[in-house]
């Protein structure tokens, strides 16, 4: 099985550099499956994988093609490569918008539509997000801080339509109103910054590595999904951060977590959710056996089913049904 990852790097998402990674770990596990890129893999200030030289070769050749959707891949070239060699019925269109609305004319040429929302039904497949092989580099810290919450405070954002931007901002009050020592709330990184210099820069550089280390200071870290589902990164790198994770309940259709084993649940918009959970936060802290236990089984299913090989190892399974 030759597969190809169409993806322009330089445009800074996070979610080609998650297929890119597990597409190179499942090459080098699996022997019938060769990889190539159109665009150098970087990761850590490293090329973890250098382009293709005849990227029009290993098109032909290509029992599927991973192409990223629009604001993601804009090499018309290659585009054209696809349909002058009626390449498109090998075609995995990545789709990495939020919401649920689909780009037709790819959905009509391609073998499969991929989102992270959606749900899967033909050749559509939600595929989310996962942890990043980045998530692992940093060891453990001493656990000095007792809360942290991902999200600013935006009194504004109240009125928004996203149910669950609306939760960010209630339970950013509530855990201000419950004036907890030792507590941070808000961002820890500005957003952009993040997401291109964890792809690129060295390990001594890189800000998302600061901020993965300022997560493992923690003991809970709280988070709260988007209502649009599929997940979010924040939630992957509070698994990673190998604390125990309070949030809305995550939506996987494989290898869900399991409230109170693996995480503690709460509903954003539900006042009295809310309340109890951020009222059993104290109780939390002071039994270590409860809080690690829960911790440790949260990150151990996180490692075991979530990372990005395990979404292409789905994401490939769904191709060949489809071929089928």
């Known amino acids: 099985m030759h597969i190809v990852h169409l993806f322009d790097f330089d445009l800074g998402s996070r979610y080609p550099v998650m297929l890119s990674q597990g597409l190179l770990e499942l090459a080098r596990t699996r022997k019938n499956v060769t ?37 993601h891949f804009k090499q018309p070239k290659i585009n054209r490569l696809l349909g002058w060699h009626n390449l498109w019925p090998r075609v995995a269109y990545m789709d990495f918008s939020d919401g649920l609305n689909l780009h037709n004319k790819p959905m009509q040429k ?20 996962n942890l990043l092989d980045q998530y692992s580099v940093v060891p453990h810290q001493d656990r000095d801080i007792d809360v942290v919450y991902l999200f600013d405070h935006h009194p504004g954002l109240r009125d928004e339509p996203d149910r669950n931007v609306v939760g960010r901002q209630r339970v950013y009050e509530a855990l201000e109103a419950a004036n907890l020592d030792n507590t941070h709330l808000g961002r820890l990184h500005e957003q952009s910054t993040r997401m291109w210099r964890c792809i690129l820069e060295p390990r001594e550089e ?3 590595i600061e901020y993965l280390r300022y997560l493992r200071r923690a003991k809970i870290v709280f988070t709260i999904q988007p209502d649009h589902g599929g997940g979010d990164f924040r939630l992957w790198e509070a698994f990673a951060s190998g604390a125990l994770v309070i949030c809305d309940k995550p939506r ?22 809310v309340e109890d959970v951020i009222g059993s936060i104290p109780i ?33 399974e769904h191709l060949e049904g489809l071929r089928t």
């Open 35 to 71: 990889v190539a890129f159109n665009h150098p893999v970087h990761s850590l200030g490293r090329v973890l994988a250098e382009p293709a030289e005849d990227i029009e070769g290993e098109l032909l050749k290509a029992t599927f093609i991973i192409c990223a959707g629009n604001e």
């Open 110 to 129: 391609c073998l499969a539509y991929v989102k992270r929302t959606g749900g899967t039904s033909g050749k559509r497949l939600e595929l989310g997000y």
């Open 206 to 208: 890189n800000p998302l």
């Open 252 to 273: 996987l259709e494989r290898h869900p977590f399991v409230p109170y084993k693996h995480y503690i649940p709460v509903d954003p918009l539900d006042k009295t959710s």
């Open 284 to 316: 939390l802290l002071e039994n270590d056996a409860l809080r690690d236990s829960v911790a440790l089984k949260g990150w151990t299913h996180a490692r075991t089913y979530h990372r990005a090989v395990h979404r292409v190892t789905t994401l490939i």
